[in-house]
């Protein structure tokens, strides 16, 4: 199975800060990756697949990149409303393995 | 836009069974067209993938700590996923979650959850 490692697991940030997370796969995935924003008590929603392409109705101040094992997402002017959970996850193989997440809360 | 709206979830004992529904509809959605996921999570814990059921049922997939105990099907005539759930462990309580791939008919969207449902939380306690 292939193993995604989220870096930082929290952070915490003020509005308007650019913010970056980082995730790491056990072994290359290509551009396989996409990240999940997970609002508290609500369901996961797609926000960047492909290791850079935005999802539909996703702002776009939220982009991808990296290839292999190593990506990040980046939000350039955080917004309240980011306060969230955010997963990467792999879609290059079976078993499909998600990061441990990490908690973005607004200072 | 596509809804997906899970049921069935509920208290059950352990080494009991349980049956999820997803129930999935949507203007101009055919979903007869789509690969379907499970993915489950655990209070206060991460995302786990469960399984996996092509467009057309006959390609299923499951994570090795559900293999042998749960079952993917769908019925096209519903637009409705299930996860027959066998076996149940105190481990299994989480919300479960169904999800559409982004896009049919490409390979390279078939792992993308681009469409997820509510969720349905399962508890497995005595």
């Known amino acids: 199975d292939i193993q995604m490692t989220q870096s930082p697991s929290s952070l915490s940030a003020s509005v308007g800060d650019r913010v970056t997370i980082t995730c790491r796969a056990s072994h290359s995935i290509s551009t396989y990756l996409n990240w999940y924003q997970q609002r508290p008590g609500t369901a996961p929603q797609l926000l960047i697949y492909a290791a850079s392409s935005l999802q539909g109705g996703a702002p776009s101040r939220f982009s991808g990149s990296g290839s292999g094992t190593d990506f990040t997402l980046t939000i350039s002017s955080l917004q309240p409303e980011d306060s969230a959970t955010y997963y990467c996850q792999q879609s290059y193989s079976t078993p499909l393995t998600f990061g441990q997440g990490t908690n973005l809360e607004i200072k | 836009q596509v809804q997906l709206v899970e049921s069935g979830g509920g208290v059950v004992q352990p080494g009991r069974s349980l049956t999820l529904s997803c129930a999935v509809s949507?203007?101009?959605?055919?979903?007869?067209?789509?690969?379907f996921h499970w993915v489950r999570q655990a209070p206060g814990k991460g995302l786990e993938w469960v399984s996996l059921?092509?467009?057309?049922?006959?390609?299923?997939n499951y994570a090795d700590s559900v293999k042998g105990r749960f079952s993917v099907s769908r019925d096209n005539s519903k637009s409705t996923l299930y996860l027959q759930m066998n076996s149940l462990r105190t481990e299994d309580t989480a919300v479960y979650y169904c999800?559409?791939?982004?896009?049919?008919?490409?390979?390279?969207?078939?792992?993308?959850?681009?469409?997820w449902g509510q969720g349905t939380l399962v508890t497995v306690s005595s």
């Open positions: 949507g203007f101009a959605f055919n979903f007869s067209d789509y690969a």
């Open positions: 059921i092509s467009f057309d049922g006959t390609y299923k």
């Open positions: 999800a559409r791939v982004k896009e049919a008919y490409r390979a390279a969207m078939a792992r993308v959850l681009g469409n």
